[in-house]
């Protein structure tokens, strides 16, 4: 693995601490159920400000993506660069094996051969020999009228199925509108959109491209996509942890 990437054990073990207060046969369960599970207040406030203060400094990201340039929507965000900051870094380092036997199961129910190792560092050192070595964390930020189009966060041909993102301002104080929403399309049915609410602090974990759900005759896959709806008024920032790196 990139010696760059690699993250310092002192933030992994900070991290896997807090990870393992949760309950995650029920959040395994809500992600099987629904394709997305909160985690309250993963992080405290004084760390969501600390994170959302680093949007304007330049020398933390590796590049800064306005939507409306791309078709993605209007607002703009920024991709981490490595090393990433010993918080984020050591929450993707420590969320990663709890959702990987989730993410095995799927894939088994899908019928799709790929398994993803027990680690996060395993994991990264098969995307970076196949080519990915963006680092793909990113900082989100929104202003009144801002928006995210429905999307899937793929960025290369291995692609890890679950990714989270941490609402990092409080909605009714900070801003309002802006909720997170999900869409299932289901095979020869209307789609299904899951909107959830989140506070300051809270992490939702979901499906980032396919998941299986039991029908009558066995398995079959949904196809998700997720966005963010329409920001009326402040400022929301959001940060999202991607397992996967880019190419």
């Given amino acids: 693995m990139n010696a760059h990437a690699r993250v310092a054990a002192s933030a992994v073990e900070a991290a896997e601490i807090r990870i393992a207060a949760y309950d995650w046969p029920a959040l395994a369960a809500e992600l099987d159920g629904f394709g997305c599970a909160v985690m309250e207040k993963l992080l405290s406030p004084q760390e969501c400000r600390q994170i959302a203060g680093l949007y304007p400094q330049e020398s933390h990201f590796r590049s800064h993506i306005h939507m409306a340039r791309h078709g993605f929507g209007k607002g703009e ?11 984020i870094g050591g929450l993707r380092s420590a969320l990663y094996p709890n959702l990987a036997g989730l993410a095995n ?21 098969q995307c970076h020999a196949a080519g990915q070595v963006r680092p793909t964390p990113l900082l989100l ?56 609410p989140l506070r300051q602090g809270d992490a939702v974990a979901f499906a980032v491209h396919n998941r299986p759900v039991q029908g009558t005759k066995g ?29």
């Fill in 77 to 87: 965000y920024r991709y981490f660069r490595y090393p990433l900051p010993d918080l």
């Fill in 105 to 125: 199961r799927w894939n088994e129910r899908m019928g799709i051969a790929l398994r993803y190792p027990a680690t996060h560092a395993e994991f990264l050192e």
């Fill in 141 to 196: 930020q929104y202003v009144p009228g801002d928006f995210n189009c429905l999307h899937q966060d793929l960025y290369g041909d291995l692609a890890f199925p679950l990714q989270v993102a941490v609402l990092l301002s409080e909605p009714g104080e900070d801003f309002t509108g802006g909720e997170f929403a999900l869409t299932e399309q289901r095979p020869r049915m209307q789609s299904r959109v899951e909107v959830v």
């Fill in 219 to 247: 398995n079959y896959r949904v196809n998700l996509r997720h966005g963010v709806s329409r920001l009326r008024s402040g400022m929301r920032h959001t940060v999202g942890i991607i397992f996967h790196d880019a190419k």
